[in-house]
């Protein structure tokens, strides 16, 4: 095997490893739930202020929304060679570029404060960033 095939498998294991280190959406949830039962205010100083509150029936809904760019994991395949006064290079670009992730994450509020609801869609990867874990 030569050095570029050599190069070429590394590449691919280290993308094949990476693709498994995706959140599952149960890991959020779980993060989530955790929160139920918290007050309000812990939440709001544990997390920042929500971007939107509403009122539903007898519950205040407080609302967190991310938005974010990441760059999707790239491998960069080139073939070059050097001979006398000639020098050139064939290459691409496998995978990559650019996506928007997002995650909204509402939690529902009684009247004395207390956390009875909360729901989260998006990105499991950036909701998983987004709810901080709640400390014993």
């Not at 070429?8 to 949830?29: H, I, N, R």
């Not at 290079?89 to 990559?96: D, E, K, R, V």
């Amino acid at each position: 095997m030569n050095k570029q095939t050599s190069l070429v498998l590394a590449g691919f294991a280290m993308l094949s490893l990476s693709a498994c280190s995706t959140v599952q959406p149960a890991e959020v949830d779980s993060k989530l739930t955790a929160w139920q039962g918290a007050n309000i205010e812990t939440i709001i100083q544990t997390w920042g202020l929500p971007t939107g509150e509403q009122q539903v029936n007898d519950l205040t809904y407080a609302e967190w929304n991310t938005r974010d760019i990441k760059n999707k994991p790239s491998m960069r395949v080139g073939v070059g060679g050097f001979g006398g006064n000639f020098f050139g290079s064939i290459g691409t670009t496998l995978f990559g570029g650019r996506k928007e992730v997002h995650c909204r994450v509402q939690v529902g509020y009684n009247q004395e404060g207390r956390v009875v609801a909360s729901n989260w869609t998006g990105d499991a990867e950036a909701c998983d960033a987004a709810i901080p874990e709640r400390e014993s």
